[in-house]
């Protein structure tokens, strides 16, 4: 069993940064690769990013790619989301989640275990 708990979230101005971050309970963090997804309203919720379970490979969904960067932090149970040029487009709720597949999946269903979520507000 993993529990994720999700922070960072807030309001910023379109061109802004953010970093979010998702603190997971127990000891095997590790044996988890680990991913953020979002969901904006009347939207379905969509990938974002991923990351194998000790960070070696990372992806990214189109629309972010080469503004934000995932990163984990195995020795402090902690993901990461450094959000960087946000866009207004980019509001949404952020969720992490952990999967039991080696190098996660951009799948939402072939992850096991989801957070609460957080608010990420962009202003134009």
């Known amino acids: 069993q993993v529990q994720l708990v999700e922070s960072g979230g807030g309001l910023v101005q379109a061109g802004g940064s953010l970093r979010l971050s998702c603190a997971a309970s127990?000891?095997?963090?590790?044996?988890?690769?680990m991913g953020w997804f979002r969901q904006a309203p009347g939207k379905e919720r969509e990938f974002v990013a991923g990351i194998s379970r000790r960070g070696g490979s990372t992806y990214y969904a189109d629309s972010v790619k080469g503004r934000f960067t995932i990163s984990r932090d195995n020795a402090k149970n902690t993901v990461y989301l450094q959000m960087n040029s946000l866009k207004p487009e980019d509001m949404a709720v952020y969720y992490c989640?952990?999967?039991?597949?080696?190098?996660?999946?951009?799948?939402?269903?072939?992850?096991?275990?989801w957070g609460q979520g957080t608010q990420v507000t962009v202003s134009s």
């Open positions: 989640a952990a999967s039991q597949l080696y190098s996660g999946s951009s799948t939402a269903r072939e992850y096991n275990y």
């Open positions: 127990g000891r095997t963090f590790s044996s988890y690769a």
